[in-house]
């Protein structure tokens, strides 16, 4: 053999060697290795879409509680009666319209169906989110006359008033004491139209 044939002979070198095991025989551990880092970051995720759900579905079942939790005995004792009383206004109101001589008592009772029952929607409302259980059985009403309705009338929005006035001012919920204060200002508007219809009958 001449020497440029043998000088042409290549001998495997120490990186040859070392290159064949990174490449050839720890591959199968890089690739495994690769693998278990992908299933735990999976699982990981997982773990973590469970638990913001059952967080989530904690936080709704708590969402009821947390919002009645500011209600007093005497808030709900007041939303009860002003559920129970407005259902009443409206009955009366419906009888009046039908049922009045007077041109003005008929107008009276229309007004009274008119804003009890958009004060009765807003009080369900808030019963509903507090979980409050308001009366719902519909009363009866007997017509007497003109005269009765509207002494009755004074008489009610009277009362009514100073009920609506001490919740507004004492009352422990914020939305309970709101609504409060707001039909407060509505029963004194219907006291004065009750008042000025009722000394058009005498």
């Not at 969402?63 to 009443?88: E, H, I, N, Q, W």
């Not at 008119?114 to 979980?131: F, P, R, V, W, Y």
């Not at 007997?142 to 005269?147: A, N, V």
């Not at 009514?160 to 507004?168: G, K, P, R, T, V």
Request: charged share 30%; hydrophobic share 40%.
């Amino acid at each position: 053999m001449r020497e440029s044939e043998f000088i042409r002979v290549k001998r495997p070198s120490v990186f040859d060697f070392n290159c064949r095991i990174c490449f050839g025989r720890f591959q199968p551990y890089n690739i495994m290795k690769t693998k278990i880092t992908i299933v735990s970051q999976f699982c990981v995720l997982t773990l973590t879409v469970a638990a913001l759900s059952v967080a989530g579905v904690a936080m709704a079942e708590d969402a009821p509680a947390a919002r009645s939790s500011s209600l007093s005995v005497k808030d709900k004792t007041f939303m009860k009666k002003a559920a129970k009383g407005g259902m009443m206004e409206v009955a009366m109101g419906n009888v009046a319209e039908q049922n009045g001589q007077s041109e003005d008592v008929k107008l009276f009772g229309k007004r009274m169906v008119t804003d009890h029952s958009k004060a009765n929607d807003e009080l369900k409302s808030i019963a509903s989110q507090k979980g409050v259980q308001l009366p719902s059985k519909e009363p009866t009403i007997k017509w007497s006359s003109d005269k009765a309705y509207m002494d009755a009338m004074v008489k009610d929005h009277e009362k009514d008033l100073a009920e609506f006035q001490e919740e507004a001012k004492s009352g422990s919920d914020p939305e309970v004491k709101k609504f409060a204060e707001d039909t407060a200002r509505m029963v004194q508007e219907h006291l004065d139209l009750a008042k000025e219809t009722q000394s058009k009958l005498k």
